[in-house]
């Protein structure tokens, strides 16, 4: 399948499969979001994803279903530690589920994100954008798993309709809420890999998505860039270990790998992102 506007009844299974396997990134513009200054620190009130509305991307529609959201969090949302980002840029963190500081959960609406924010530049910049508008949207980071979506056929074409998740990867505010073109790449890059390569496609997710570890002790990084070394633990127990190569790139290694695998193979048109 060269283009998934030919998803049929027989290639949708397979694709959509794949689809749930890697990160997928959905916005919406901002439309019922506070960001409130309380002195010490901002208070941020935000919808990241509405449940029950279709969203079209012309080869196929999608929806969260009522209560996905709650499902996810009734059952992870004390075991994994979801971040509130800016532009899903992991340097630029304004909290996490973890800390106390987000707190995610699932209201009439959808997903709704409220975060006790501290004031930094980064936070402090946000809250100018949103006042301003330039900010114009909230985006959340998802691995849907399989199983845990139903998809049909409407009016000839794939109704997704998500019910649950295997990991939120972030809820994050953005300027522009359709997809940025370097996650398009990725998210692009990803599903082909699935197909040609599932063990490299792991190495990637791993390297690019470190909270997709599920709960995976990650070794103290030393150096920079593609140079890093790991501290492994030894077993003494005294903390030194030994020093040794990092199999798992950074994440701007990773990510500057794939991007490499786009440009040499084209990935494919990816209008789902």
């Known amino acids: 399948m060269d283009d998934i506007r030919d998803l049929t009844a ?21 439309a019922d979001v506070e960001m409130t200054d309380l002195g ?32 996810y969090l009734s059952a992870f949302g004390d075991k994994h530690n979801i971040p509130f980002l800016n532009e899903h840029d992991q340097k630029q963190l304004m909290g996490t589920t973890k800390s106390g500081a987000v707190k995610l959960d699932e209201d009439v609406r959808g997903l709704r994100t409220r975060a006790d924010v501290v004031k930094t530049e980064l936070s402090s910049r946000v809250k100018a954008l949103v ?6 949207g909230m ?54 890999l699935a197909s040609a390569s599932p063990d490299l ?8 998505y470190p909270q ?12 920079d860039g593609d140079d890093e070394q790991a501290v492994v633990d030894d077993g003494s127990g005294d903390g030194s270990g030994v020093i040794e190569p990092v199999e798992h790139r950074s994440v701007a290694a990773r990510k500057r790998a794939l991007s490499f695998i786009v440009l040499t193979t084209g990935g494919i048109d990816d209008h789902a992102s």
């Open 10 to 30: 027989e290639t949708s299974e397979a694709y959509f499969d794949t689809l749930g396997d890697v990160p997928n990134f959905r916005s919406i513009p901002m």
């Open 212 to 223: 997709l570890r599920d709960g995976a002790t990650d070794p103290v990084l030393v150096g």
């Open 40 to 71: 010490d620190t901002y208070r941020f009130d935000g919808l990241a994803a509405p449940v029950g509305v279709d969203a079209d991307f012309e080869a196929f529609v999608e929806v969260y279903e009522r209560g996905s959201f709650r499902r």
């Open 131 to 136: 006042d301003s508008g330039d900010i114009g």
């Open 201 to 208: 496609l792991q190495q990637v997710m791993l390297g690019a």
């Open 139 to 192: 985006s959340i980071g998802m691995v849907v798993g399989r199983g845990n979506a139903r998809v049909s056929f409407r009016g000839g074409r794939p109704y997704r309709a998500i019910q649950n998740f295997k990991r939120l990867l972030d809820v994050s505010t953005t300027f522009d809420p359709a997809y940025p073109t370097t996650e398009a790449q990725f998210r692009s890059a990803s599903i082909q």
